[in-house]
């Protein structure tokens, strides 16, 4: 039995976070290969762990996207070490330092696993929505012409159509998430105005939608469309709020099968979103 005294909790170096993400793997979580970069870059001052001696137990992320907004997510404790109060340690000592980081009176999103919602709530989270994921897989296929690559001219206004959609801007996120190499990403303009966007990434297994934002259910099915045209016979993930019925109507059109789900909690007051122009969220570890 761990002696909770002997822990220390301290800000990750990219090296331990990378074991971070290693660990995400082995669960299940189906990280892409360049997650861990991109995410590093979007707050290098994001990540804690828990030590025992010089070993590291657990981590997790508590990225700061402004003063009033944060994230908590790839929260895991080693498996020899479960069971045993370090998770309930390390999960407060993340939730609060988050908050100290952001000035105390800020919103803390997440998206918690069906197991450990009672104990979300319990830290001050409620539950606003379930997020599920759903597999499909890639085929040729008929694309809209209005769908496009997005470019690095594109960067002003896409970072502004997915602040709407988020509920922050996130410019240092996007900035690096968009030059994944390999990475699909696509807009949908008509009359020289952004309508939606996407972005597709490989993952450790198959590829990940995220984001899908789009103004009408109609677009977001040309975007859908073109993930899944652009990498056919590979597996392709979508997670979706289970709020925006067109997002349900969406994957169950194309047939994709349900995976798993999450809930999408909030700390504070949720961000002003329309969630019925989100049909995929971007990542469960960082919103």
């Known amino acids: 039995m761990v002696n909770l005294d002997e822990l220390i909790f301290k800000k990750l170096n990219y090296n331990q976070f990378t074991t971070l ?22 707050d290098t001052n994001g990540f804690y762990g828990v030590f ?4 590291l137990i657990g981590g997790g992320a508590i990225v700061k996207y402004s003063n009033t907004y944060g ?19 390390l999960w407060y000592k993340r939730r609060n330092t988050l908050l100290a980081r952001m000035g105390g009176n800020a919103t803390i999103g997440m998206d918690g696993v069906v197991a450990m919602q009672p104990f979300y709530k319990k830290g001050g989270f409620d539950i606003l929505f379930k997020d599920e994921r759903y597999e499909n897989i890639g085929a040729a296929m008929a694309v809209s012409t209005n769908v496009k690559t997005i470019h690095a001219t594109d960067f002003d ?12 801007q996130r410019a240092q996120f996007l900035k690096n998430w968009l030059s994944i190499a390999g990475n699909f990403c696509f807009k949908y303009v008509t009359d020289n105005s952004l309508q939606g966007m996407v972005v597709l990434r490989k993952a450790s297994e198959g590829y990940k939608i995220g984001p899908l934002f789009a103004n009408t259910y109609e677009i977001a099915e040309e975007l859908y469309k073109a993930c899944l045209n652009a990498v056919p016979n590979q597996k392709v993930y979508l997670d979706i709020p289970v709020v925006n019925k067109a997002a349900v109507a969406l994957v169950a059109k194309y047939n994709a099968v349900y995976v798993f789900e999450c809930a999408r909690m909030y700390y504070g007051t949720p961000p002003t979103v329309n969630w019925n122009t989100v049909f995929g969220i971007t ?4 919103g």
């Open 21 to 42: 993400v290693s660990w995400a793997k082995e669960e299940g979580w189906n990280p892409g290969p360049n997650d861990a970069e991109v995410f590093w870059k979007t």
């Open 283 to 286: 990542t469960f570890e960082l």
């Open 157 to 168: 206004e896409v970072v502004a159509y997915d602040a709407k959609n988020f509920g922050c």
């Open 71 to 89: 994230f908590m997510g790839l929260f895991i404790v080693k498996p020899a070490y479960r069971g045993s109060g370090i998770g309930n340690w």
């Open 52 to 55: 025992l001696a010089d070993e």
